[in-house]
């Protein structure tokens, strides 16, 4: 049983990672099943309207999906209907995983799995960041106290999907176990084998950069608007293209600072897209950039490198430096001039291009979904030792 807060495809990654992770394991024989609120965005931000089937990620058709209304206070995800669901249906599972913190779907699935006994996971899913971990600090507190450090301290493992987010929470229930497995990513739908199937649709050979995921203070974009002034004086035909939903409400001021810097005819916003639209994007792409002031696992970025396009990760990115030792990726500081240092060094080796796509794809397998499935697996068969019924092959 997996419970999530909610599983708009617009939150990002923990939505998208969790019906990754469903399918990989039903494709590894153990049966999955998600149970969320039907919030058409993260807890702060969603509206009173359900979430659309085609505002869930992709693939969800094919998943055992069970969703609930959500009602105020919604900033909790509350959902009445989830809670006695999950509590009637706790015990007809082997193992529940909780992903993420603080919410109500979180605190329900805990009081369900002690209730009958149910050993369970808790994955971080970033709540953890010190970025993060700044904001609501006073609901925070109160959970703290109330409910989530012992379900914490009674987790039969907690999740980190990189060694840097198992770390942030070392403290934290020191004797329970910590399991690092990688969220999966779909490679497959972005290796550049099948990008060959289709024809590269740039008009001109100007380089474009790109930017995919959520809008928000926290994604640095402000930082590659202010690169992008000087990347145009080495490169001047380089455009930008910012590809993702306005969660932060910030494309209003992200264009005025493009217009300020005189580069704002350079980029383009375009809005929320779904899968195809990101595929066609990479196809045309010269460079990924993801300047993150934190960020827990960059799916965006193991889909470029699937795709074979060269990435720039901010020092901030959790994996930044496996994937740069991999020869996948480029590391910049968290300021402009280091990132458009960065950019332009990449941008002007094509032979480097080239050996970072190679570099790229070969890291991309690390996240494929048979890979993780496997390590998700000896997860769930370490709480269960001896009573494992579901042996993964």
Not at 256 to 269: C, E, H, I, K, P
Not at 365 to 371: E, I, N, Y
Request: hydrophobic residues 50%; contains cysteine; glycine residues 6%.
């Amino acid at each position: 049983m997996h419970v999530l807060a909610g599983a708009a495809a617009r939150t990002g990654g923990p939505a998208a990672a969790v019906f990754q992770l469903s399918r990989a394991l039903r494709e590894a024989g153990v049966e999955s099943v998600i149970y969320t609120t039907d919030l058409d965005g993260s807890a702060s931000d969603a509206t009173a309207a359900p979430v659309a089937l085609f505002e869930l990620p992709p693939g969800a058709e094919h998943l055992d999906l069970r969703m609930f209304r959500a009602r105020p206070p919604r900033r909790l995800a509350y959902s009445p209907g989830l809670g006695r669901t999950v509590r009637r249906d706790a015990r007809a599972f082997d193992v529940m995983h909780i992903h993420s913190l603080w919410l109500y779907p979180q605190w329900v699935g805990y009081v369900a799995a002690q209730r009958v006994g149910v050993p369970f996971v808790v994955s971080l899913a970033g709540a953890l960041n010190p970025w993060f971990r700044a904001r609501a600090r006073g609901r925070k507190a109160v959970a703290w106290v109330l409910w989530q450090r012992r379900c914490l301290s009674r987790a039969g493992a907690i999740h980190a999907t990189t060694d840097e987010e198992a770390a942030n929470a070392y403290h934290l229930a020191p004797n329970v176990m910590r399991c690092v497995v990688p969220n999966p990513v779909d490679v497959e739908s972005f290796e550049p084998r099948y990008a060959r199937a289709f024809a590269r649709t740039r008009p001109d050979d100007s380089p474009l950069v790109l930017y995919v995921g959520r809008l928000s203070p926290v994604k640095g974009l402000d930082l590659l608007i202010r690169a992008l002034d000087p990347v145009s004086r080495v490169f001047p035909s380089v455009r930008l293209v910012i590809a993702g939903p306005d969660d932060g409400r910030l494309v209003r001021e992200l264009a005025s600072l493009a217009a300020q810097l005189g580069v704002g005819a350079r980029v383009t916003f375009t809005g929320m897209i779904d899968s195809v639209e990101r595929a066609r994007l990479l196809r045309q792409a010269d460079l990924f950039v993801l300047p993150s002031r934190s960020e827990n696992f960059a799916v965006a970025a193991v889909e470029a490198m699937a795709a074979g396009v060269p990435v720039v990760l901010s020092s901030a990115v959790n994996g930044a430096a496996d994937h740069a030792r991999a020869g996948a990726a480029v590391i910049a500081g968290l300021d402009a001039d280091d990132l458009a240092t960065r950019i332009v060094a990449v941008l002007g080796d094509a032979s480097a291009r080239e050996a970072m796509a190679r570099a790229g794809v070969r890291r991309a397998q690390v996240f494929a979904r048979p890979a993780v499935a496997n390590a998700a697996c000896a997860m769930y068969t370490s709480l269960l030792s001896r009573r494992a019924t579901r042996p993964c092959q």
